[in-house]
């Protein structure tokens, strides 16, 4: 299935991006605005347009018609994602599947970088990559295995990417891990002479191209990275990855969820972690 995937991707033009123009591709993705459709506002725009003409509502009738079959194939390939992996016999998920597909975590950009190629299962009809939903599955048990080896003085989180403040801060409080969001300070962890300095193990990056200079100090300091990492992201000088979506707040939500909630369990900290749905309602 992989090797399948990675052939349709390799025939996609924007991968085939190489270097510089690659990494700027990629990183343009992660820091750019997210940007939020309203159909409503649509309707109002639409209602404020002067009376078309026979061959101007036909050309519309027309977009209107491809938009909605785009619309279905987009359903058809969730549908066909959901029975793909069902066909693995897979009892022992983190999540029931329907988790992982309400939240969005298996959607990928439509720049794929080579290092997330192998965990790419297709495109969708609007050019965003997808995950594979099994391998999601696999790394977050990977991941919360391999965070649970550190105490909670000795792992630093950071999140500079808005969408996953609420559920930092959260993490924080139930796992004891320190955690910075909105902004890292700078050489926090490499100026011994900073009143701040810490000295820690690891770090839990929730995308390297807005934490890029938390992931620079880990790494001039020789210490571990555990990366959350979407499609768009390298995995060089990581120790640990978790793939999945790290731009939207439902998916970012349910990944801080399964390694608070992991994490506790294996340290044995006795700790009242919330509901699925407190991590995943992006409300606010």
Sequence with gaps: MVKKAEKEIVEIPEDKLSGKELEKAAEAESVKKEEKIETSMED??????????????????????????????????????KEEVKVTKRTDMLLPLEDYVKTGIYLGTRVVTPDMRKYVYRRRADGLAIFNTDLIDEKLKEGIKYLSQFAPEDVLLVCKRQSGWKVAKKFEELTGIRTFTKKYPAGVLTNT??????????????????????????????????????????????????????????SIGLIYYLLAKGYCKERGIDADVPEIDWWIDDSE
Excluded: H, Y
């Excluded at 519309?60 to 058809?76: F, G, P, Q, S």
């Excluded at 992931?215 to 640990?240: A, E, H, P, R, W």
């Excluded at 999945?244 to 707040?249: C, F």
């Design 44 to 81: 109002v725009k639409d209602k404020a347009k002067p009376k078309l003409s026979l061959e101007e509502r036909k050309k519309a009738l027309l977009e209107r018609a491809a938009k909605i079959k785009a619309e279905k194939t987009e359903t058809l390939d969730t549908a066909a994602m």
């Design 193 to 250: 002479q900073l009143k701040d300095f810490i000295e820690t193990e690891l770090t839990i990056v929730t995308d390297a191209w807005l934490d890029k200079n938390a992931l620079k100090d880990t790494l001039d300091v020789n210490k571990k990275v555990l990366m959350i990492c979407g499609t768009n992201n390298f995995s060089k000088g990581t120790d640990q990855i978790i793939i999945g979506n790290n731009k939207s707040a439902k």
